[in-house]
């Protein structure tokens, strides 16, 4: 399932695809397309809109 986020840093969109077969709580580093600084997604399942919620911070500022 890809998914669109906002780069914490730069504010930019970008892309992600979240493997649902993974399980309904996943996270993962992805570089940002723009500025090519990491973000941790943290994507968790939601039960009432059916979709996963993305939560994403800059990796280096926790």
């Not at 979240?18 to 973000?39: F, S, T």
């Amino acid at each position: 399932m890809d998914l669109n986020y906002q780069c914490a840093s730069c504010g930019k969109t970008n892309e992600v695809f979240i493997e649902e077969e993974l399980g309904h709580h996943q996270q993962l580093v992805e570089d940002c397309a723009v500025c090519c600084r990491p973000m941790v997604i943290t994507a968790r399942w939601n039960e009432w809109s059916k979709e996963f919620d993305l939560e994403v911070y800059q990796e280096d500022l926790g």
